[in-house]
């Protein structure tokens, strides 16, 4: 026996199929909350930090990957190729392999290749993922190589950026120890012994304060300090970051809105937070009374409702110009 849709029924049918194909291909646009934050499941790129010293004309990269393992097992054997390619040719100049290991589930690994560069330019770094020699993942990062100042111009330092690390939770989770890494610049020339002191304070009266030897940074040169901290993960800091060049002030920045420890749930993650000069305004988020209402059209979910009752309107208009015209042969 032969099945079918009959001719009285066969355009509602057919809007039923297409409502259902609307509402699919819309849900796939809607993004929601726990998309901003989504998770790989697999082994991958976290970070690529590039650090430069000037040598010569030109400069050593030192370039350090961040290999993130967020599968429930630990992964084989892992490596790293980095080339250093010149963005005005596209040629690569230098080029290096270095082994990562295995990276333990859920955990993070890092490894250091210094290269160089023969002269100034704009350089893109590439670096390629490899598990057994299988391309994982490539990802790609710029740095600009400066010409060497002059002995005679005084250092610029300038703070960059700060990594945050969490290493482990202590004292049954009520604690964490957390690696502090602001990144500074040297714009200027040859820096006499720079010291780093980072403050994570909670309040007027709470602070907790600890210091880096940065030693001397030659001019054109990047470097990072590195500082531990044990907070409560509770509160919420504002991280200030001084450095100090013969025990005179000579770079102060911070974090423009204070972290919260107890948002960060992962160990040996990397979180990166932009450092700005101190006193500079920071623009607030708007309040829920300076938010405008949205309009209809901006109302989640209120193009598809208006989509939806269009056809449904046209489903009418059919079936009812049907039923007039049985009506017209009858």
């Known amino acids: 026996m032969r099945y ?10 057919l809007c039923i199929i297409a409502i259902s ?25 976290q970070d690529i930090d590039v650090m430069s010293t000037p040598q010569g004309e030109g400069a050593i990269l030192t370039v350090t990957p961040y290999i993130r393992n967020d ?32 990276v333990k589930a859920e955990s993070m690994a890092y490894n250091s290749a210094s290269l160089q560069v023969m002269e100034p330019g704009e350089y893109i770094i590439e670096v390629q993922l490899f598990e057994d020699d299988r391309l ?29 690390v969490i290493t482990k939770f202590v004292n049954s989770d009520r604690e964490a120890v957390v690696d502090i890494s602001p990144g500074v610049y040297n714009e200027g020339g040859d820096s006499k012994s720079l010291n780093m002191i980072v403050t994570a304070r909670v309040d007027p009266y709470t602070a907790y304060t600890e210091s880096d030897e940065l030693g001397i940074l030659k001019g054109s040169s990047r470097v990072r300090g590195n500082v531990r901290f044990v907070l409560p993960r509770t509160e919420e800091y504002t991280f200030t970051v001084v450095v100090e060049e ?59 409702l208006m989509t939806i009752s269009a056809i449904l309107l046209v489903a009418g208009i059919v079936n009812r110009k049907m039923i007039s015209s049985k009506k017209q042969r009858k």
């Open 21 to 45: 194909l609307i509402l699919t291909s819309f849900s796939g646009c809607i993004d929601t909350p726990g998309d901003l934050y989504r998770e790989y499941d697999q082994v991958f790129i």
């Open 136 to 164: 994982l993942e490539e990802r790609g990062t710029f740095v600009t190589v400066k010409e060497k100042p002059s002995d005679e111009q005084p250092a610029r330092i300038k703070l960059t950026d700060m990594n945050l």
């Open 246 to 304: 013969n025990g005179q002030e000579v770079a102060i920045s911070e974090t423009p809105m204070p972290v919260k420890l107890d948002e960060i749930y992962k160990i040996d993650v990397i979180n990166t937070y932009q450092l700005v000069e101190e006193g500079t305004p920071i623009v607030e988020e708007a309040t829920d009374e300076a938010v405008e209402e949205p309009s209809e059209d901006e109302t989640p979910g209120f193009q598809i």
């Open 4 to 13: 079918g849709i009959s001719g009285s029924k066969r355009p509602l049918f």
């Open 71 to 102: 599968e429930s097992s630990d992964s084989s054997m892992l490596s790293v190729k980095i080339n250093v390619i010149d963005q005005s040719t596209q040629l690569i100049v230098s080029e290096k392999n270095i082994d990562m290991g295995y």
